[in-house]
């Protein structure tokens, strides 16, 4: 069996998706699950590689689709391929092509999609998928002496904007400016993006984890909230540096995660309020939490979050074998029709997907 990948992004083409060994690209192994993923099938008997690896896609037996590419899309529908699963990664506030009505529309070009989404997941079209992550780290409470030493709070993440409900990228400007206008000497603030006369920003990081092990706390704010089963590897990457995450995101988050692990922004009426409680919090409570997350990271509770249970979901539906609810040939008729627009693929693919769509009602 032959599996392709469409990848994030263009830099993860040439199968840089899978070399963990790759600094520039692998920072905080946030690929390496894919270099595992990779390893098992190939023991199978199975070749999985990016899609640019294939100079024709007659050979394919499954394309997954980790960006809606819309020339890639056409290509596979060309050739025929009779597997297209596409992963709906980010939540609508990232890419609106991943809101509910919105996906809707991919569902004729797609034998599945694969969602973290747990209010869509019916077991049919729709399979739950999480970000896989790879857990390393055994971590202990810090000595007393480093938890004296540590700074108290930090965030990570570039200056973004979304006008979309439920958006968290306010919430985090708004900390930011809290911290910066009244109590810049406890927080830190670290990405792109951000102007650099903010007195709490400090540049550009590397490697989270390494600045994580100077805090006690991470602000960990998911890009939306008040959805179900939305967990990144934001809470995951504060829990291998040994450092308590200020929490928002999945509503369900003690569906995966206990609530003795991390500590809910949503306890607090005012930004003031959490500054309070995270700088009287003693040595001991704040062990207590590092322990609940090395029990945490001990447990198979997490286990839904590695590789192997990516691989489990895929195989689930490489087995099932479902097939697209509408003939190929449909759309490679109107394909045809269209083709003198082809320099355009978004405008073709959101005209084609209305025919489409028609036609199958």
């Known amino acids: 069996m032959k599996i392709a990948i469409v990848p994030f992004h263009s830099g993860l083409a040439n199968d840089i998706l ?202 960990c704010l998911e890009n939306m909230c008040n959805v179900n089963g939305y967990v990144t590897e934001k809470i995951f990457d504060c829990f291998t540096a040994g450092i308590v995450p200020v929490y928002w995101g999945a509503s369900n988050i003690e569906k995966y995660i206990p609530k003795q692990c991390f500590i809910s922004y949503t306890d607090f009426s005012s930004i003031d309020d959490l500054n309070h409680f995270l700088i009287n919090m003693s040595y001991e409570e704040y062990c207590n939490y590092i322990c609940h997350i090395k029990e945490y990271l001990q447990s198979s509770a997490k286990s839904v979050f590695e590789y192997k249970y990516f691989m489990r979901q895929l195989d689930s539906a490489l087995i099932s074998n479902i097939e697209r609810e509408c003939n190929n040939e449909v759309a490679l008729a109107f394909y045809s029709i269209l083709q003198n627009i082809s320099r355009k693929p978004k405008a073709l693919f959101n005209l084609t997907t209305k025919l489409i769509v028609d036609y199958c009602m």
């Open 18 to 219: 899978f070399d963990k060994d790759n600094e520039s690209t692998n920072s905080d192994d946030l690929i390496t699950p894919y270099y595992y993923i990779k390893q098992e099938y190939e023991k199978r008997g199975v070749s999985i590689n990016t899609l640019d690896q294939y100079n024709t896609l007659d050979s394919l037996d499954c394309v997954l689709f980790f960006k809606l590419d819309y020339n890639e899309l056409i290509r596979c529908i060309k050739s025929k391929v009779k597997r297209l699963y596409y992963f709906a990664w980010e939540p609508e506030v990232v890419d609106n092509h991943h809101s509910k009505k919105n996906l809707a529309k991919l569902e004729p070009f797609f034998n599945v999609i694969f969602t973290w989404n747990d209010d869509i997941v019916d077991g049919n079209k729709y399979l739950k998928i999480n970000y896989p992550y790879h857990f390393t780290n055994v971590i202990e409470c810090p000595t007393r002496e480093n938890f004296e030493k540590r700074n108290l709070l930090v965030n990570i993440s570039g200056n973004k904007i979304s006008f979309q409900h439920n958006e968290l990228y306010s919430v985090r400007r708004k900390v930011i400016s809290f911290y910066n206008k009244y109590s810049c000497t406890y927080f830190s603030l670290y990405g792109r993006g951000w102007l650099k006369n903010l007195r709490v920003y400090k540049g550009v990081c590397i490697s989270k984890k390494k600045v994580y092990t100077q805090f006690k706390f991470a602000l």
